[in-house]
């Protein structure tokens, strides 16, 4: 199976194609970014699939992650996967972000549980906890950080994501140390290939993920009236 993975939701614009049957993530590119996602990934998505020797018409599914995480950066992805899923008749699939930070260290280890948490600003975390087999104990939402920190240490725990360093500045005195804490701002876009490849929906269409409302509101007093 063959699979053209993005992720534009975080700190990165990221592009890879999978070939699973065989040779494994055939090329990929990552850039470290805050802003500026729709304008680099469709370049970006010419160029990895050149250095794949990779057509269209040859991939199986369109896989991109859907959040939680910028509110802009996930549209970019989500609104580029559809395209590209519309002009080539191909299946997508979405994965969170959640589970893409955890993909990796469940692979390494599926026993120790693991906590995945992004940055959500005001001193929130997205988060959501997996146990053992990748089994989720808490399906993905919003809390506050120190929330997430009691939740990490009821169990020797792995924090991992861009919010990793933040829940663990708010460990709660006299717990045990986390197993480990990983803070990769962004997920490893080969990972998203990886779980594309194995999902088992293809029927349902991506959607952004959100968990909350945007911080911007529209000024309903400044509304015009309707006539």
């Known amino acids: 199976m063959r699979v053209l993975a993005l992720d534009t939701a975080l700190a990165a614009c990221s592009v890879a194609v999978l070939d699973s049957d065989s040779a494994g993530v055939l090329a990929h590119e990552s850039r470290p970014m805050e802003r500026g996602h729709a304008e680099a990934l469709m370049p970006m998505v010419a160029r990895v699939m050149s250095e794949a020797d990779t057509e269209f018409v040859d991939l199986d599914r369109i896989v ?124 490893d876009i080969d990972w998203v290939a990886r779980l594309g490849a194995v999902a088992a929906d293809t029927t349902t269409a991506p959607k952004p993920l959100y968990l909350r409302a945007p911080d911007a509101k529209p000024q309903d007093g400044a509304r015009l009236a309707r006539r």
Do not use: N
């Open 64 to 187: 991109v992650t859907i959040g939680p995480g910028s509110f802009t950066g996930l549209r970019v992805g989500v609104a580029a996967a559809r395209g590209l899923a519309l002009a080539t008749g191909k299946p997508m699939v979405g994965l969170t972000t959640l589970a893409a930070f955890a993909a990796p260290h469940i692979a390494a280890d599926d026993k120790t549980p693991l906590l995945s948490v992004i940055d959500a600003r005001h001193e929130q975390v997205y988060m959501q906890l997996v146990g053992e087999g990748g089994r989720a104990l808490i399906a993905p939402r919003i809390a506050s950080v120190r929330e997430a920190a009691r939740i990490a240490t009821a169990a020797p725990t792995r924090i991992v994501g861009s919010a990793a360093a933040m829940v663990h500045a708010a460990w709660m005195t006299g717990s045990r140390p986390p197993v480990c804490v990983d803070t990769t701002p962004a997920p």
